[in-house]
């Protein structure tokens, strides 16, 4: 049994063990109503869903063999229902659940293969249902989480058939398929147990190596991510060591940072569609969970993760610092806290099965080593100024100082010192005082557990003591009105301690934790301060009149946080006894003394923590002193005599003259009777012996004439009657066991602690006596019973003459019944329901739950609503303008009818539940202090009764609501009918407040009794047809039509369906613009949560079958869709998208006629014409769900020929063609879309979103489009090329005359080509655009009999547009031919028939005459077919292609015109890449027929060598012809020079070409391709960053900025590394320069996969620039140390900082030996001295033992000429600013002599010094 359950209050807890036969009748119920031959029998068991998960959420005791029958019944159930979304989205969330929460139980085998089937059919085909988009979203969401509970039960086997399933996906890394590939694998492959011989050495190389092919992308870094992740977490017999530099390599390069003044993000991430982005797990962010586990779990004794996820830290541990925040901390805050979970609950493993091999298990070493290097983490984010950050540095610590105490327990209580003497940054306190909170426990379970533990020598014991007393004294301090913040973490702080105390005395010796003070001396200060704090708190608003002031309307102290309220009920609750009297005596005197009206929650919350802790005593103290006060001053009070005694014999005889309270005094009762209320919540029976007291002080409120008291009054009765009946936990804060190993603390609990525990620690409840019992009783009698006779008179008799006593009379009266209702809760027992025949047996029984003790009858609540009832009618008729009364009623009926609900909401809202996850009050399961290892975390024991206090409410609140929607045995009784009646009215009123409070609690009644539905909503949808509805009874229907439970239950009753549909069509009526506004919002919301219809439904729409009443439904909106009808366009486009939902949800009936169809297809079509735009679009979206692909289009080979001819002309195709083949029909329809296009100059509008956006509103969107048109969503590889322009080629109307010609093949071309020819000439660009649009759709659709007519006339179309002369249209026609080559299928690999003549038409060679513009557009269309093709399995002609295109292009690399320059690069980066990945795929795919010459002619590569020979010579070229530019500028130029300058000239547009070449392969990500060629030309690229020509210079600088992100494989370092050494040995000062720059980012990003000899290379030659003779590159050159110094090769920087600080000395000697002019050059002595800057700015926040000794010698140097002089004082200042923060601190590892030199430097550039 779960501990919550065991710990209930004793009568429910009894009841809880009738759950389990309860569930199985459950089960057998679901068994009944699922049969698998009738799939609409999915539609009866919804209703036990929420049945079933109020048994998980219940955390009841089921039999796991009924479990297992259910999972088993679900997935069938969820299987079969294909088409229905809604049936399998509730499905599938609740066998997530199930399955989450006994998958350790459960043995079940999951097929994989229907699951992905569900999620193609619904999400990735071509043809989606008609649902809403809201509907797909959430289905999408339960069928993958469903997946992925699934994993762990798929059988043997499957994750080689899921892999060799999605690996075709992948073989092209430039077509979306693999995006959404990839996110398959990930979602898909099991590492159950079952499955793990399948993670081989070789699946890794092979997932590697695809995690390679495309770079820069988040998305895909994600996925791959997270599958090796799982498969590093559970396969724990990989040995990963070989792959570990290449895997933390990865790591350290997801994380964007800015390395070196760079940018902090990808120059451009490759885009992944945003279809594939919504749908699968993706953050576009760093995947940092996954990075943190895969590193926690490479952790093993004798691996070398540990070092390489050291060398990680170090480079990532200076972005943790507040100074360089920014958009990447959030991405470092995730992984620090994923690091410390994962480790965490690893440990909690290894913890749980000590069998495991201890090769495998973390040792002390490895758990010592792993803390120690998290600490430096820790350390620098600790102060952040992120928020987050900071509390998840002080969650980490918590965690961390169970493991390792001896490392992190030193350092917080450092860290608290340090903030306690800093003065700036006060910040600090807070922080430092929440990491003390949280690691409280550990602080002091170190030093007072008796299994010490050996600390080293000088950990003293006290140390930690005294952490805490300090903290304690400090925190006495930190109670500041002014200052929330640390107010609170002061708060949380003293909790935190406390918690752990056993119990709070001065006597025990054990435990002096004060060593100032005694604790009595520490609990006086303490409450001194807290009663300041409380006198001057200012509340947050103005104290509002009326109703909605609760009790607590607080300030920050009840508002920002449970801490205050929590940390007084610990405290109270541990005192013993004689501190616990002396506090109460001090509290109770304040109370006694001071009015607070801007603290009656505060001071309320004091009192009621002194009572719950010792009831008897605080009563005493505190109520009664407090009760008497009340009463006496309610004495002088003027009444209204409306309450109580003989009040029917002088109500005529109040005197006229009214007399109001002194507001003064009105506060102070208000204040009064308002602590009051709060103070005796959890009094109980000690409360009786003021009985009177009581019922005299609530008749006395009630009775006064002023508003506010009579709202106190209400709030003393609802608290009173809750203290008496309800169940709440006693002594909930004492503490019960002691810890076994530190007497002194409390023992925590863990939910999943063994049985023989609990017994021990049950709690103790408050179950009301007879006495309590009684009086509540009595308490009814006076304020309900009474109060209703009161308001029956006053509705039958006229009692009162004037209106205004009467709304007074009225008000107090049904605040008395209100009050009564509202603290009763659900003990008043609920009406009876009235069963339907006399069969029916008793209720059924689902779960246990009551709130308390049962009080009054079943009776009282029927008279109660009958009355009501009455006075309602009294209200609408008499006064149905006064909200307050109204509201009143409302609140009342609400309490009636909805049985449970109050207490739903107290759950829902339940304030004290602190932080229950906060750090402070959790022990971590592995704790290596006191070696207790348990099951689950730990709490402190209150900490736990809350949440069983929750659970309780909780199941009150649930334990009947479900009854009566699983049982058809009863009916609603008729109070209740009454009820609902009345709400109906009240929810249609003119007043909005009214309106929404009956809104609410009308839907919660009619969820509870489904049966009285449909009666509301026709009656609804009736008000929406009526002429004369007024504005508020439009908005009133509308807003309950719209909730969830009417669109449910439209899609099962026919009755409601039509007056729904026919309802808002036929509102065109009503004027007003808030009404229109409100229905349409209606429409659009059915629209989005559509879920198809049932079979009844679509039985009833078809008007074949007899008597069917409503088969003019669909006529009848057909009428209305037409342009014709007088409708306003609005109307007109509603109509025609029910037409739309109809269409498509009869599909899915086979038995329906083909009628609808074929109508509204023809219809649709028409409206291609149609006047309005909005209806045009919507005739689009329709088209292309409606029309399917069919029997004109060509058959491959493999498909077998149509057999007969009848087949070959659909229905469909006769109605179709009739209407396209009327006169000039296509013309008009291009003429009227064509005025969809808007070109739109100034923005670059995203592909594909119906560029309508400037004349759309939202809500029309909504209607017109479709969501998701899924896979449908074209282009289907990444658009990349800058070049082609914005288009606004839409393809949803290429997809219409595709499918047009498909349905009814070759008359549509016919009917076409005069429309298109007169088009395509067109002078406007969006009579071009539909031109292309409907070419490409044509050339697309394979029909037959295209070919005949491509020779005839569509190639001369196609010829004409390249040779056009126009140049605006060139993007439309680039997509229209990208479209018309676009493959088939899904990975776009089966090649459409027209794509071989469509490339030889655009490849063929141009008239010699032809303008640039001609040839640009040329090679625009070129690049846009060229991306389409798919190179894994290109056919030979392609490949040919490829080779011919790539000699044309070569010979034209140096061409005049910029802008070709750059089509070819373009062209050349896709060329050159689609030949590497055909040669790759071949060499891992032989193929059959053997090589063919084509396959040899790629192999030798000759465009490679032709391409590097020219590089060199031209880098060469340039660089020369830049010199002799600025030689040569005298006047007498010769003929070679001119010569060699056209030569040169050529040089420089033909390097231009080369880089724009290397430039479009980083931005395509296509650059893992070409990584040799890239480090090929790596040289130019560093080479011409500064040249004489200007354009040549800026695109190397691009190309630059690209290459700095790149990390070269192994294969090509050598390579790079090559080309880096040479150029830093350039003559040219510059080169050497920018050499330096990308060595920084080249170190970072290649860090792991170095070898040891090339960076010992690398750092020579850094080290020998530091002596350049240009001063530029000697700085950088010590830059780029200090950055290289930091990075983790602790080796190296050792050895250089020790060589130059002996350098530098010996200089400094030989200076100060002998004043004389020194032998040494500026270059050399400079040098030395940038060594020791590059020392002293490597570590920029620590201090490390070396540091002092350099930072004294660099600072000797400043009496040096000029160079040095400013880089000396540079640097000391940069030293000060960086170490400011800790300086206090630090400097004491300096001596004097040294502080002194230092202060000599900078004497006035800091004012710390």
Not at 1553 to 1582: C, E, M, Q, W
Not at 1612 to 1626: G, M, N, R
């Amino acid at each position: 049994m779960h501990l919550y359950n065991g710990w209930l209050p004793p009568p429910v807890a009894e009841e809880t063990k009738k759950e389990k036969e309860s569930f199985a009748r459950v089960v057998r119920c679901v068994k009944e109503l699922h049969r698998p031959d009738d799939p609409e029998s999915v539609y009866a068991t919804l209703k036990w869903i929420s049945v079933i998960e109020l048994y998980v959420r219940a955390k009841s005791d089921l039999s796991v063999e009924d479990v297992t029958e259910l999972v088993e019944i679900g997935l069938q159930i969820f299987h079969s229902s294909q088409d229905k979304l809604y049936a399998q989205v509730r499905w599938g969330n609740v066998l997530v659940r199930l399955m989450n929460k006994y998958r350790k139980k459960l043995s079940l085998k999951v097929e994989w293969r229907p699951l992905y089937d569900t999620l193609i059919h619904a999400h990735f085909s071509r043809s989606p249902g008609p649902e809403g988009w809201r509907l797909r979203q959430r289905h999408f969401e339960a069928v993958t989480s469903l997946t992925r509970s699934c994993r762990r039960f798929f059988p043997q086997g499957a994750a080689s058939d899921i892999w060799s399933e999605f690996m075709s996906l992948l073989e092209n890394p430039w077509h979306n398929s693999s995006f959404e590939g990839s996110g398959f694998v990930r979602l898909f492959l099991p590492t159950n147990p079952e499955n793990q011989d399948f993670f081989s050495e070789k699946w890794i190389n092979n997932c590697l190596e695809l995690w390679d092919s495309i770079p820069n992308c988040q998305f895909w870094n994600s996925q791959w991510a997270a599958v090796l992740a799982r498969v590093i977490k559970n396969c724990s017999f990989i040995d990963w060591e070989s792959y570990l530099p290449m895997l933390f390599s990865r790591f350290l390069n997801m994380f964007e940072v800015p390395v070196a003044n760079g940018s902090g993000s990808y120059p451009f991430s490759v885009n992944v569609p945003r279809n594939t982005r919504f749908l699968f797990p993706n953050r576009t962010m760093t995947p940092s969970k996954s990075i943190a586990q895969s590193i926690v779990y490479f952790l093993k004794p004798g691996s070398s993760a540990h070092e390489q996820f050291k060398k990680l830290v170090n480079l990532l541990e200076q972005y943790y610092h507040p100074s360089n925040g920014g958009r990447w901390t959030y991405s470092l805050e995730r992984f620090l806290l994923h690091l410390v979970v994962a480790f965490q609950k690893r440990l909690q493993r290894e913890q749980q099965n000590p069998d495991s091999p201890s090769t495998v298990c973390l040792g002390k070493p490895e758990r010592i080593a792993f803390v120690d290097v998290v600490l430096k983490l820790i350390d620098r984010g600790q102060y952040s100024k992120n928020e987050h950050l900071s509390e998840t540095v002080a969650a980490a610590t918590s965690i961390l100082s169970y493991v390792e105490p001896s490392l992190v327990l030193p350092f917080v209580a450092s860290r608290f010192h340090l903030a306690l003497e800093t003065t700036t940054a006060t910040h600090q306190l807070r922080t430092a005082m929440m990491s003390v909170a949280f690691a409280g426990r550990s602080i002091l379970q170190s030093s007072m557990s008796t299994a010490k533990q050996e600390f080293g020598g000088d950990m003293d014991d006290r140390m930690f003591l005294d952490l805490i007393g300090i903290s304690l004294s400090n925190a006495l301090l930190g109670m500041d009105a002014n200052d929330p913040p640390k107010t609170l973490a002061t708060m949380q702080l003293i909790g935190s301690i406390f918690s752990n105390m056993a119990v709070l005395d001065d006597s025990s010796d054990d435990i002096s934790i004060m060593t100032m003070a005694s604790f009595s001396e520490w609990l006086d200060e303490f409450l001194c301060r807290l009663i300041a704090l409380l006198q001057h708190l200012e509340p947050n608003s103005v104290i509002n009149e009326g109703l909605s002031s609760s009790a607590t309307s607080g300030t920050f102290l009840v508002e920002d946080g449970p801490y205050y309220y929590c940390m007084l009920e610990i405290l109270l609750g541990r005192l013993s006894g004689s501190l616990y009297s002396q506090a109460l005596k001090k509290i109770s005197k304040f109370v006694r003394t001071n009015i607070l009206p801007g603290a009656i929650a505060e001071v309320g919350l004091l009192c009621c923590a002194c009572v719950h802790s010792n009831p008897e005593e605080a009563v005493v103290q505190i109520v009664e002193p407090m009760i008497i006060a009340v009463i006496s001053s309610l004495k002088e009070t003027p009444v209204t005599g409306f309450v109580g005694k003989g009040s029917a014999d002088t109500l005529g005889s109040i005197k006229k003259n009214k007399q109001t309270l002194s507001p003064a005094l009105e506060a102070a009762i208000d204040y009064q009777l308002k602590v009051l209320s709060v103070a005796i919540t959890y009094g109980g029976s000690s409360l009786l012996r003021y009985k009177d007291h009581f019922i005299e002080a609530i008749s006395s409120a009630f009775n006064s004439s002023s508003w506010k008291v009579n709202g106190a009054g209400d709030h003393l009765l609802r608290s009173l009657l809750g203290s008496l009946i309800l169940y709440y936990p006693m002594d909930q804060y004492k503490c019960l066991s002691r810890h076994p190993a530190a007497p002194a603390l409390e023992e925590w609990i863990s939910t999943k602690a063994s049985s023989k525990d609990e017994q021990v620690a049950n709690s103790r409840w408050h179950v009301p006596t007879k006495e309590e019992i009684q009086f509540a009783n009595e308490l009814l009698d006076l304020h309900l019973q009474s109060a209703l006779d009161d308001l029956l008179r006053i509705c039958q008799s006229n009692v009162h003459s004037d209106a205004g006593d009467e709304k007074t009379h009225l008000k107090v009266t049904l605040l008395r019944i209100d009050s009564t209702l509202q603290g009763v809760l659900s003990c008043l027992p609920d009406f009876r329901p009235s069963p339907r025949h006399d069969m029916v047996g008793e209720l059924p029984f689902f779960i246990a739950g009551a709130s308390g003790s049962s009080v009054g009858s079943a009776e009282i609540r029927e008279r109660t609503a009958e009355t009501i009832h009455a006075a309602c009618k009294y209200l609408l008729e008499k006064k149905s303008d006064d909200s307050i009364l109204l509201v009143l009623i409302i609140r009342i009926m609400d309490a009636l009818g909805n049985y449970g609900s109050l207490e739903y909401d107290e759950w829902y809202n339940h304030r004290q539940a602190w932080k229950l996850e906060s750090a402070a009050i959790v022990e971590p399961p592995a704790n290596f202090i006191t070696e207790f290892h348990s099951k689950g975390k730990r709490r402190p024991r209150w900490a736990l009764i809350d949440k069983a206090y929750m659970h309780n409410t909780w199941r009150s609140s649930q334990s009947s609501y479900h009854l009566f929607r699983t049982d058809v045995n009863f009916s609603p009784p008729a109070s209740l009918t009454l009820l609902v009646d009345d709400l109906l009215t009240l929810c249609l009123h003119n007043y909005e407040t009214v309106r929404v409070l009956a809104g609410k609690s009308l839907l919660k009644l009619l969820k509870r009794w489904p049966s009285l539905l449909s009666k509301c909503v026709r009656s609804l949808s009736e008000n929406l047809r009526n002429p004369d509805a007024p504005e508020n009874v439009v908005l009133g229907s509308c807003g309950i039509l719209s909730s969830q439970s009417v669109l449910k239950h439209l899609t099962t009753d026919p009755k409601s369906f039509s007056s729904f549909l026919l309802g808002i069509l036929s509102s065109s009526h009503h004027e007003s613009m808030k009404s229109q506004k409100a229905i349409i919002e209606l429409f659009v919301k059915y629209n989005i949560h559509f879920a198809g219809l049932s079979r009844n439904i679509l039985r009833s729409l078809d008007s074949h079958v007899e008597g069917s009443t409503s088969g003019d439904l669909v006529s009848q909106i057909s009428s209305m869709s037409f342009d014709s009808s007088s409708l306003h366009w609005r109307y007109n486009l509603m109509a025609n998208r029910v037409l739309l939902l109809l269409a498509m949800s009869s599909r899915i009936d086979p038995t329906f006629s083909f009628k609808i169809l074929n109508e509204t297809a023809g219809h649709f079509l028409k409206n291609l014409k149609s006047q309005l735009p909005q209806t045009r679009i919507l005739a689009i979206s329709a088209l292309n769900t409606l029309l399917k692909e069919s029997p004109h289009k060509m058959r491959g080979k493999d498909q077998p020929p149509v057999s007969s001819q009848e087949n070959a002309n659909s229905s469909l195709d006769l109605a179709l063609s009739q209407i396209f083949q009327e006169e000039g029909f296509f013309r008009e329809t291009f003429e009227s879309l064509s005025h969809i296009h808007i070109t739109d100059t100034d923005s670059s509008s995203s592909r594909g979103n119906h560029g309508s956006s400037s004349f759309q509103s939202m809500a029309d969107k909504s209607i017109t489009r479709f969501y998701f048109e899924f896979s449908a969503s074209w282009p289907r590889t990444p658009s990349w090329i800058s070049l082609l322009g914005s288009d606004i080629f839409y393809p949803s109307f290429a997809r219409i005359f595709k499918r047009l010609a498909q349905e009814c093949g070759v008359p549509v071309l016919l009917a076409l080509k005069s429309p298109l020819e007169e088009f395509c000439n067109a002078k406007e660009r969006p009579k071009q655009c539909v031109a292309a649009e409907t070419l490409a759709g044509l050339l697309h659709s394979d029909v037959n009999g295209l070919l005949s007519e491509w020779d005839s006339w569509i190639m001369v179309q196609l010829q004409n547009v390249i040779l056009g002369q126009s140049v605006e249209s060139i993007p439309e026609w680039a997509a229209c031919i990208r479209y018309a080559v676009t493959g088939k299928g899904k990975q776009g690999t089966k090649i459409p028939i027209m794509r071989q003549q469509i490339l030889d038409c655009i490849v063929a060679p141009l008239p010699p005459a032809a303008t640039t513009t001609v040839v640009s557009k040329r090679y625009a269309f070129l690049s846009a077919a060229l991306i389409e093709l798919s190179p894994p399995k290109m056919p030979v002609s392609e490949v040919k292609l490829h080779i011919a295109l790539l000699d044309e292009l070569i010979r034209n690399m140096s061409h005049s015109s910029a802008q070709i320059r750059e089509a070819i690069g373009v062209i050349l980066s896709v060329l050159c890449s689609n030949i590497r990945l055909r040669m790759s795929y071949q060499q891992k795919h032989p193929s059959e027929e053997g090589k063919t010459d084509v396959d040899s002619q790629l192999k030798e590569e000759n465009w490679f060598k032709l391409i590097s020979a020219r590089a060199s010579e031209a880098v060469t070229n340039i660089q020369q012809g830049s010199i002799s530019d600025s030689l040569d500028n005298s006047a007498d130029v010769d003929m070679e020079n001119a010569q060699s300058n056209g030569d040169s000239l050529d040089d420089v547009k033909w390097m231009e070409t080369l880089f724009h070449f290397i430039i479009s392969s980083f931005k395509s990500g296509r650059s893992s391709y070409l990584g040799d060629v890239i480090a090929g030309f790596l040289y130019p690229v560093i080479s011409l960053q500064e040249t004489s020509h200007k354009d040549l210079s800026t695109l190397a600088k691009a190309a630059f900025e690209l290459l700095k992100w790149r990390v070269f494989p192994g294969t090509h370092l050598q390579k790079v590394i090559e080309v880096i050494l040479s150029s830093a040995d350039d003559s040219n000062w510059r080169i050497r320069s920018s050499t330096l720059t990308y060595l920084r980012t080249f170190m970072y990003r290649h860090t792991f996969i170095l070898a040891h000899e090339e960076k010992q290379k690398i750092w020579k030659t850094v080290e020998t620039l530091l002596v350049d003779s240009q001063v530029e590159v000697r700085e950088h050159a010590a830059a780029v140390l200090a950055g290289l110094m930091k990075g983790g090769d602790e080796d190296f920087a050792a050895d250089f900082r020790d060589r130059s600080y002996a350098e530098a000395n010996s200089i400094q000697k030989k200076r100060n030996r002998r004043k004389s002019i020194s032998t040494q050059s500026i270059a050399e002595v400079h040098g030395a001295v940038l060594g020791l800057v590059a020392s002293v700015l490597s570590v920029p926040y620590d201090m490390p033992s070396w540091l002092p000794d350099h930072v004294t010698l660099l600072a000797r140097f400043a009496g040096e000429p000029t160079p040095i002089k400013s880089t000396v004082t540079k640097a000391v200042a940069e030293f000060r600013r960086t170490h400011a923060d800790t300086w206090n601190i630090q400097k004491d590892s300096f001596t004097e002599e040294q502080l002194e030199v230092l202060a000599d430097t900078s004497s006035s550039s800091s004012y710390f010094a």
